[in-house]
């Protein structure tokens, strides 16, 4: 959304309910131009809570995951930035609860990094193989859309056109289903259940 | 500051992906569809006992009435309480609304009781009496509880624990005065333990399991 206009909040506010309650019926117009206007609301909402800059990234993709699934629930005689905010502080408060799990292990790691011995060679590329391991099970686990996205597209390193013209899937859903399975596998690798 | 690309790519994919969406109907109208479940059950037992027998103990004791009364509006304000907290952004408030007509249940129930323990000439429940009326709100709550779920399933409850008190708050309110229509007994100590008990048992079951019913959206 551009600056230079500069509307009052008021309006803007009036302006994010009207884009919204137009995506409810389809247009995808309307529907990137409030998420894009989203992204600042959440990062405050996030903030708010207490999440870190690093983390702001993963609690706005989440939200805006949240958004797409529950975009019916809004109700445009209502304000759009409550119902986003709520949405936002909601997966805030998850990325929070996750950190905070991850937050005990890596303690742990931490005291075993410091006093555990140096590993020669031949140990480190055990490990090393041990832990590509551990990744191709991972991916292996995954839904079938989410590892055909992250082995074409992460991977392979093969463009979106390309897997879309073989799969016959759609862009979007392979770029989804990408965001999705990176998710999964951050959670699965750092410790989350 | 350029916003980072991730969003960017993201918006762009969930653009493509857009379809239109019904809406949400309103919560009064959702609470609505619920309550003509309820009428339609209550019509079922009015044509089977008749409104003869509840009139009776009504004029014998209204405290029994304004209990009634006072269930009824507690069933539709937890069930509108439960439809609201569906909504992200609504204050969860909600929760409070149930209250008076609650306390309006209990107090009259609670009234009547003690009317008993005063002068008791009004048949008490047996023990096998007061059980069957746990039976019978515990097992019309479950069918009210679950069309509350079903009529949910579209919604988003971000605190899906108070939704699930609000749902069986109002099934098991809902239960109890369908109960009225059938009830072979004034209100006394034990009836209104049996009651209370099964009250517990119908929230207490929603509050433990609301969590994992409620937020398909957010799992």
Redesign the interface.
């Known amino acids: 959304m551009s600056d230079a206009a500069a509307p009052d909040g008021d309006t803007q506010e009036r302006q994010r309910a009207a884009w919204m309650a137009a995506?409810?019926?389809?247009d995808?117009r309307a529907?990137?131009r409030v998420?894009?206007a989203s992204?600042p609301l959440i990062r405050a909402a996030a903030r708010r809570q207490g999440v870190v800059v690093d983390q702001l990234?993963d609690v706005?993709?989440e939200t805006?995951?949240?958004v797409?699934?529950?975009?019916?629930?809004?109700?445009p005689s209502?304000?759009y930035d409550?119902?986003?905010?709520?949405?936002a502080s909601?997966r805030a408060i998850d990325a929070l609860r996750s950190q905070g799990r991850r937050g005990s292990r890596e303690v742990h790691d931490e005291l075993a990094y410091d006093t555990h011995a140096d590993a020669d060679d031949a140990t480190a590329a055990a490990e090393r193989e041990q832990e590509a391991g551990r990744l191709r099970e991972a991916i292996a686990s995954l839904p079938p859309g989410q590892r055909e996205a992250i082995e074409q597209l992460g991977l392979k390193e093969r463009s979106l056109a390309e897997v879309s013209a073989e799969t016959g899937r759609?862009?979007?859903?392979?770029?989804?289903n990408l965001?999705r399975a990176l998710k999964a596998l951050r959670a699965r690798f750092h410790g989350e259940p | 500051m350029a916003?980072?690309r991730?969003?960017?790519?993201?918006?762009?994919?969930?653009?493509?992906?857009?379809?239109?969406?019904?809406?949400?109907p309103?919560a009064w109208l959702r609470t609505l569809g619920w309550l003509l479940a309820v009428a339609v059950i209550a019509a079922g037992l009015l044509m089977h006992y008749g409104a003869g027998p509840m009139m009776h103990r009504w004029s014998a004791a209204p405290d029994i009435a304004i209990a009634g009364v006072g269930a009824v509006i507690t069933a539709v304000s937890a069930a509108w309480a439960a439809f609201t907290l569906?909504?992200?952004?609504r204050s969860w408030r909600w929760v409070w609304l149930p209250l008076p007509s609650l306390l309006l249940w209990v107090g009259a129930s609670g009234l009547g009781c003690m009317r008993d323990w005063l002068g008791p000439t009004a048949h008490i429940a047996k023990f096998n009496e007061a059980s069957d009326c746990l039976i019978f709100i515990i097992s019309l709550s479950v069918p009210l509880s679950a069309l509350l779920i079903w009529l949910l399933r579209?919604?988003?409850p971000?605190r899906p624990v108070l939704a699930a008190i609000m749902i069986g708050l109002a099934s098991a309110a809902a239960s109890a005065a369908l109960l009225e229509i059938c009830h072979a007994f004034a209100v006394a100590a034990t009836d209104l333990l049996t009651h209370a008990m099964a009250v517990a048992i119908v929230v207490l079951v929603n509050a433990v399991m609301g969590g994992r019913l409620l937020q398909p959206?957010?799992k």
């Open positions: 995506a409810q019926g389809g995808r529907y990137e998420l894009a992204v990234d706005v993709q805006l995951l949240t797409h699934r529950v975009r019916h629930t809004y109700d209502r304000s409550a119902w986003l905010s709520a949405l909601r759609q862009t979007g859903a392979l770029k989804v965001h | 916003e980072p991730l969003p960017e790519s993201l918006i762009q994919s969930l653009g493509e992906q857009l379809t239109p969406v019904r809406r949400l309103p569906g909504v992200p952004g579209r919604a988003c971000l959206a957010l």
